[in-house]
């Protein structure tokens, strides 16, 4: 048995110290990369408006505009000249446009999802948990205006009584 524990006074053995190496080889290999996500994430959270520096969106822009030219090729080679064409180039662009933002979309949700993950371990389980927050907090403002509402009512009935009696 080549890790058999040489010490027996729970301090830790031969197996104990290679796994701790190992652990440590490991985690510094993985370093560069676990750093790089991170810090992309942080750069998405700190500025979510800057989709367009993420490195997903060089492709879904690459491939819708990949797609457009194709489509927009047919449509040349295919429609008559007039007001078709210009009809058909137009819807094209629509769709392009459309493409474009819902690609951008997908890769806001994407990195969003990853940064929760990085920072609570569960996406489902922050966002439910921040919109907890959010309900609460609703509740306790609705709460605090219900208790205005009934002393500024109170106030009117007894003005109301009083001035009413005289």
């Known amino acids: 048995m ?3 524990d040489d010490d027996d006074d729970g301090g830790g053995g031969r197996a104990d110290r290679e796994q701790q190496r190992i652990a440590e080889e490991l985690f510094s290999q993985t370093d560069p990369l676990r750093r790089g996500i991170i810090g992309r994430s942080e750069s998405f959270v700190e500025n979510p408006n800057d989709v367009f520096s993420l490195p997903g969106f060089a492709a879904v822009k690459d491939s819708t ?9 047919e449509v040349i080679a295919n429609t008559p000249e007039g007001g078709a064409l210009t009809s058909a180039l137009a819807d094209l662009e629509r ?3 459309s493409d474009l933002v ?3 979309a997908q890769l806001n949700e994407s990195e969003l999802s990853r940064a929760m993950t990085l ?3 569960s996406t489902g389980q922050s966002l439910a948990a921040l919109g907890s927050a959010g309900a609460i ?3 306790r403002e ?3 205006d219900a208790g205005k509402a009934a002393k500024t009512g109170a106030v009117g009935q007894g003005a109301g009584a009083y001035f ?3």
């Open 2 to 4: 080549p890790f058999k």
């Open 65 to 73: 505009e990949s797609q457009y030219g194709r489509a927009r090729d």
């Open 95 to 97: 769709n392009r446009a």
């Open 102 to 104: 819902q690609g951008t």
């Open 119 to 121: 920072a609570t371990g």
């Open 137 to 139: 907090q609703a509740q």
């Open 142 to 144: 609705a709460s605090d």
């Open 164 to 166: 009413g009696s005289k």
